[in-house]
């Protein structure tokens, strides 16, 4: 062995290591022993088997081979670990040279089999980790005359050394990332919650339906597209155009809320783009209009169904060239603005219909927000009612202490066709009439919210707290006694009521015998009906 040759494979060696500290992922650093190993050593073929604990078995992770085929079955293979000189060097933990591998009994012949390979000569070193012995580095066929030296194994097992190293390290190292991306997802979406709970905890919302609206609310914020809020009537379209900008990154800026509906053609022109003294009568000075004043902001175009035709083209040109032109001007001025639009109104139909404008639709209705009715999610109307008692409470000064479960049915089994608004009107009401300290009943609530279809449990807890009601607003002290007793009463006449007078029926439903249920009803003075 010449110094030569030494000398490069220290060089090879020192190589190697230094590029294991910095190649840490499997796949790249099994290629990148191969090829050297099989240069220096001047082999036929390299390769690494690597143990699959579980199953006690070889497979080669990475194949340098150039015929496909080849590679295909090697990488489709796998023997089992006890097998062959490599389970030979597995078991033993120690390199191993062998110079006639096909008349050595420890050959394990299914890989030549398998591949077309002959394997004449063959060397083997243990790939041993802190953890033991974790695969073989293996060449073999050496090219040049005769068998591979002694040289070659000492350096091959040198080698092995610090590629056991790196391919633990690389393990390692992709638990780690494994758990840190793991990690990383977990943040990402506890952060989209904090962000969602604490920029839209203003709207109350918890069904899917809403989670949809919560998540298109999300990323409505994140991008400077046009959106168009659709809902009924008073289903939160403005809260939710305030929340988007609020939560966008012009939250700095100003959000400015302009109602199409409500100026008449001019004035609207005007409050928009802005004018120029003497534009028009009663333009006395110089006037900046909304889309100006809302530079790298959010303007709000409410019920963008309502805008007039005339209007629609100018608007349509504010979006596509991003300038307003005030009214009795000529220059352009540039404007950076994103636009929230709302309608209760299909405005796709109108669209269709021809009375907004198609260009201009597609440019508005860029991300559409669906809100959806509250009868569609009643599961929110109990949330809903303790927020709006809330807000009513402090508007009010009153300290109403909460709504008896009579009340919240009545509201939650409403239909609402004015949504939250009705909702929250109906509470303000409710607060009004009832009395510090007592519960919203279904006295409070207004007639059209209490069932037709004489459902008893209402009824009931609305005796009870008229009952209370009648303590508190008269002043004077009723005995628990003189409750029962008025509770009573009215609980019988009302089951007697749904029984259309049948006393059988309704002693059977009260859990009484006809007999007690005619003696109660003889001490109250109720009649048969
Ligand atoms: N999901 C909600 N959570 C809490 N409050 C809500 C919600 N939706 C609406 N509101 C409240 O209901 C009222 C009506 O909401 P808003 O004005 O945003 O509705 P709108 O759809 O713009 O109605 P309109 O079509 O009549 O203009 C507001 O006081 C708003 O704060
Ligand atoms: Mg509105």
Request: proline share 5%.
């Amino acid at each position: 062995m010449g110094s030569v040759d030494d000398t490069a494979r220290l060089r090879l060696l020192n190589d190697l290591g230094r590029a294991f500290a910095a190649r840490i992922e499997i796949d790249r650093l099994v290629p990148f022993v191969i090829r050297p190993s099989r240069e220096v050593l001047n082999a036929g073929g390299a390769s690494v088997l690597l143990l699959d604990d579980e199953r006690q078995e070889f497979y080669f992770p990475y194949v340098a081979e150039d015929e496909a085929e080849v590679a295909e079955a090697l990488l489709a293979l796998r023997f089992p670990a006890d097998r062959g000189i490599a389970g030979v060097v597995l078991e033993t933990g120690r390199p191993l040279r062998v110079d006639d591998a096909q008349r050595d009994a420890r050959f394990y012949g299914g890989v030549d089999e398998r591949t077309g390979i002959v394997t004449r000569n063959v060397l083997a070193a243990p790939l041993a980790s802190h953890h033991g012995t974790i695969g073989v580095l293996q060449v073999i066929n050496h090219q040049g005359p005769g068998p591979f030296s002694d040289d070659d194994l000492a350096l091959l097992e040198a080698l092995a050394g610090s590629v056991a190293i790196a391919l633990e390290n690389a393990r390692l190292y992709a638990q780690v990332k494994a758990s840190a991306e793991r990690l990383q997802t977990e943040v990402g979406a506890l952060r989209r919650d904090v962000a969602r709970s604490q920029l839209f905890s203003e709207i109350v919302g918890t069904g899917d339906a809403m989670a949809d609206v919560f998540r298109l609310m999300e990323s409505a914020a994140a991008a400077p597209i046009a959106v168009l809020v659709e809902g009924e009537t008073g289903t939160g379209k403005e809260l939710v155009a305030r929340m988007v900008h609020r939560a966008s990154p012009r939250a700095e800026a100003s959000f400015l809320a302009v109602n199409c509906a409500a100026l008449p053609e001019t004035l609207l022109e005007s409050e928009l783009f802005g004018h120029k003294r003497g534009a028009f009568t009663g333009a006395v000075q110089d006037r900046r209009g909304l889309f100006e004043a809302a530079d790298g902001g959010t303007i709000f175009l409410d019920e963008i169904g309502e805008m007039p035709a005339s209007m629609q083209p100018k608007l349509l040109r504010v979006l596509q060239e991003g300038e307003v032109t005030p009214l009795g001007e000529t220059r352009p001025r540039k404007v950076d603005v994103r636009l929230v639009s709302a309608t209760n109104r299909d405005l796709e139909a109108a669209m269709k219909e021809g009375a907004f404008r198609e260009d201009l639709y597609y440019r508005v209705a860029a991300f559409p927000i669906r809100l959806p009715p509250l009868r569609e999610r009643r599961e929110d109307i109990p949330l809903l009612v303790d927020r709006l008692l809330g807000v009513g409470r402090s508007r009010q000064k009153k300290d109403v202490p909460g709504i008896d479960a009579a009340a919240l049915e009545c509201l939650t089994r409403f239909d609402w066709p004015g949504n939250v608004r009705e909702l929250q009107n109906e509470i303000e009401r409710a607060i009004a009439l009832a009395h510090a300290g007592e519960l919203i009943t279904c006295q409070h609530l207004s007639p059209k919210l209490l069932p037709r279809d004489g459902s008893v449990m209402p009824a009931v807890e609305g005796a009870v707290m008229a009952v209370v009601g009648a303590k508190t607003s008269s002043g004077a002290r009723t005995s628990l006694r003189q409750a029962r007793t008025a509770f009573e009463v009215r609980f019988i006449g009302e089951v007697l009521r749904q029984q259309n007078g049948n006393v059988s029926r309704a002693a059977e439903a009260l859990g009484l015998s006809r007999v007690a249920l005619q003696k109660k009803m003889k001490e109250h003075g109720l009649r048969d009906l």
